[in-house]
């Protein structure tokens, strides 16, 4: 009865490697978004997708690409990982087409180390 | 870029005391909020203040806004070990198509 669940919780592997992260909520949210916590706890948006279409897209490598199969569903796959990508990975989700009017209600993350 | 500031960094009380965080940030916001994460877990949300409000309370929370200094706290009353964690903020832009902009947090540390 999860709200918000990511797999796995913690991934480690390779340089060079590619990966993927998965996330469903089951809150019926439209939106639903994927952060970076760094080893300093900054928080960083990386991308926002509103009923599977992309709406926030930050400077971002594009060897980052998230996929929404469905509204609930939310992944992000990295090609070819590198020492700096190691950090925490936060999926989120909130009501509203988007946008910052609601609380967002977060996933217990994904850390990524690097090797 | 980082909208939201976080004061002090680090907070160390005793149990029973209250803890007040505050919050700075730069541009207009449609709201401001408020998490707490605890260590090796996700963020939850704990109250949402906005833009036309002063001051919301939720059980022990206390968050005020302050538009013109662009400014908020966050008092927690009668702290208990429980409340150890990092208290972030975060700003609502007043944009379409954006997203929460967190601050670095504030670390308080609540001993029995």
């Known amino acids: 009865d999860t709200a918000v669940s990511q797999t796995p919780k913690y991934l480690v592997t390779q340089m060079g490697n590619d990966k993927s992260i998965k996330c469903e909520q089951n809150l019926g949210h439209d939106t639903m978004y994927w952060y970076k916590q760094d080893s300093k706890k900054f928080l960083k948006i990386m991308f926002s997708?509103?009923?599977?279409?992309?709406?926030i897209n930050e400077t971002v490598p594009n060897r980052f690409s998230p996929k929404s199969p469905d509204k609930a569903h939310l992944n992000l796959h990295i090609n070819s990982l590198e020492l700096g990508d190691s950090a925490v990975y936060f999926c989120?989700?909130?009501?509203?087409?988007?946008?910052?009017?609601?609380?967002?209600?977060f996933g217990s993350g994904t850390r990524l180390t690097v090797v | 870029s980082q909208q939201g500031e976080e004061d002090p960094q680090a907070l160390s009380i005793q149990e029973g005391e209250n803890a007040t965080m505050n919050c700075s940030y730069k541009?207009?916001?449609?709201?401001l909020q408020w998490y707490r994460q605890n260590s090796g877990r996700g963020l939850v949300h704990l109250i949402l203040i906005r833009s036309n409000e002063r001051e919301k309370h939720s059980g022990r929370l206390r968050v005020t806004l302050d538009t013109s200094k662009k400014s908020s706290s966050l008092l927690i009353t009668a702290s208990r070990a429980a409340d150890t964690a990092s208290y972030f903020c975060a700003t609502g832009p007043n944009q379409a198509g954006t997203a929460l902009i967190f601050g670095k947090g504030t670390t308080l540390s609540v001993s029995s």
């Open positions: 997708y509103n009923n599977k279409e992309l709406i």
């Open positions: 989120a989700s909130s009501q509203g087409g988007g946008g910052a009017s609601y609380g967002y209600t």
């Open positions: 541009t207009s916001i449609n709201n």
